[in-house]
């Protein structure tokens, strides 16, 4: 995307269901419950939406049974990456007069289904990315603990440090009703007694599947002025890849493709980091917030750990840092939950959690695979206040 045209396009309409455990709603009813309350917001019908893409693990969603008629309807799947990816193919088909306006639609009940004994496979954990599951490296959170490990060899982060990952985002969590941890503050003492599930990491460093819908309505700055919703720029959008990093034998050391992901995004917007206010960061596990605020630059390597424990994360702190409380404590829509708190933010609707003042927000994601494990899928999206 071309700098000249930062900004020109945005979210003019966001709709967010129930989200938490069990709920016992299926997929496609969270779907369409996520586009009536999105085209609400946005003042618009479903006629005014012609294009549509489907991002939800339900691979081909029943367009019907959300009564929409778009001129296009896609599926993509990269995992938590794809919310991201999401908004840029909305922003190409509409660059490319494919759509005025294009739905970006998920809705999921993996929790639903573990309970009640359905088939197929259980959340998103993805058991298994090619042949190191032969070997015993079985899903998301042993490849994350690699990460975690090699950190902890490299720089000397503790098992403290993932905690007070917990801790802090648990505290955004606490004080935001409709989240898994509203109103259930924790201590570190409690983040060090929780069960172990794979070292080095503890029951309390893992996020959770939960259930629910997202909705957003994409279309151009022009468009959205004669709408009554508040319209949210895009003002950047970068993609990067961590099989560049296996290939070099780094893919351990890096948590994902930033870098270039960050060049294209924070290039088109004409930022650096020293403007961003807020971060919304996609949080599987504890160690992700801490090499991710490291890549972006937000601290040197090594420091992510102890920027959080200091308390720099926080409100008050340096960069307020997954202010809904993530993926870990707020709830896991599968890379949505980091944009819906960016978007919140920059509308000045982030309630006890709001950033004072937030007029930039990085938001980041990650996911799919190439093959094998932690050859992740990686993108990175930069918004502005709402306009």
């Known amino acids: ?229 508040a319209f949210v720029p895009v003002l950047g959008l970068g993609t990067g890849h961590n099989i560049r990093n296996w290939w070099s034998g780094e893919a351990f050391d890096l948590h994902d493709d930033i870098a270039s992901a960050k060049e294209t995004a924070f290039g088109q917007a004409g930022i650096g980091v020293a403007d961003v206010d807020v971060a919304a960061l996609y949080d599987p596990f504890t160690i992700s917030p801490i090499m991710q605020l490291e890549a972006y630059g937000f601290c040197a390597p090594g420091e992510g750990g102890p920027m959080h424990a200091a308390g720099e994360t926080g409100l008050g702190g340096r960069i307020p840092t997954n202010t809904g409380g993530g993926q870990l404590s707020g709830y896991y829509a599968t890379g949505f939950t980091a944009v819906v708190e960016g978007l919140l933010q920059m509308r000045g609707a982030g309630g006890a959690t709001q950033v004072a003042g937030a007029e930039v927000a990085l938001v980041s994601g990650h996911g799919g695979n190439g093959g094998v494990q932690n050859t992740w899928s990686q993108a990175t999206m930069v918004l502005g206040a709402a306009r």
Not at 28 to 38: H, K, M, Y
Not at 132 to 148: K, V
Not at 185 to 200: G, Y
């Open 1 to 229: 995307m071309p700098a000249a045209i930062s900004g020109a396009f945005g979210v003019v309409g966001l709709g967010v269901t129930e989200q938490g455990r069990g709920l016992g709603v299926a997929p496609r009813e969270l779907q369409r419950r996520a586009v009536e309350a999105a085209l609400a917001d946005a003042g618009l019908t479903r006629d005014d939406v012609d294009g549509y893409i489907g991002t939800s693990a339900q691979m081909f969603d029943d367009i019907r049974y959300l009564g929409l008629r778009p001129r296009f309807a896609w599926t993509m799947q990269a995992g938590g990456a794809t919310a991201i990816l999401a908004v840029l193919n909305a922003v190409g088909a509409i660059l490319t007069g494919q759509a005025r306006t294009v739905a970006c639609v998920y809705g999921a009940a993996p929790s639903s289904a573990a309970r009640s004994g359905a088939g197929g496979v259980r959340g998103y954990g993805a058991f298994r990315y090619g042949y190191p599951s032969m070997y015993g490296l079985i899903g998301a959170a042993a490849t994350h603990a690699l990460h975690a490990r090699r950190h902890m060899h490299r720089y000397g982060t503790t098992s403290e440090h993932l905690g007070a990952v917990a801790v802090a985002q648990r505290a955004h969590a606490a004080l935001r009703p409709g989240t898994l941890g509203h109103g259930r503050p924790i201590t570190l003492a409690e983040h060090q007694a929780s069960p172990p599930v794979v070292d080095p990491f503890r029951l309390l460093d893992c996020c959770r599947d939960t259930d629910g819908g997202v909705a957003l309505l994409v279309t151009t700055a022009d468009r959205a002025r004669d709408l009554p919703g």
